[in-house]
Nanobody, 116 residues
Framework: QVQLVESGGGLVQAGGSLRLSCTASGSPFRINVMGWYRQAPGKQRELVATITRYRSTNYGDSVKGRFAISRDNAKNTVLLQMNSLKPEDTAVYYC??????????WGQGTQVTVSS
């Protein structure tokens, strides 16, 4: 079993910044891709950003140029630096990890609220 623990959500004014962190722990494992997804009320869960073990990144169109994802393989941690936040970034943000030969795991989610 792998557990993902997220932190760093909160309330921020438009134009502000937040940093999300997610750490994986549990039985011995090797993670291929880690990433962040988000879900706003009444909307489907959508990609925010992903990063591979070799630090190849992919971003959702709505966050390109504003968000940056990074990763520490030794600590099984993924970070999401969110800058120039907009009210439309308000959502529950979920950490995701694809464990080699096991499958995908999700965190419990952390709320990000951006006020106008």
């Amino acid at each position: 079993q792998v557990q993902l623990v997220e932190s760093g959500g909160g309330l921020v004014q438009a134009g502000g910044s937040l940093r999300l962190s997610c750490t994986a722990s549990g039985s011995p494992f090797r993670i291929n891709v880690m990433g962040w997804y988000r879900q706003a009320p009444g909307k489907q869960r959508e990609l925010v950003a992903t990063i591979t073990r070799y630090r190849s990144t992919n971003y959702g169109d709505s966050v390109k140029g504003r968000f940056a994802i990074s990763r520490d393989n030794a600590k099984n941690t993924v970070l999401l630096q969110m800058n120039s936040l907009k009210p439309e970034d308000t959502a529950v943000y979920y950490c995701n990890a694809e464990v080699v030969e096991v499958g995908a795991y999700w965190g419990q989610g952390t709320q990000v609220t951006v006020s106008s």
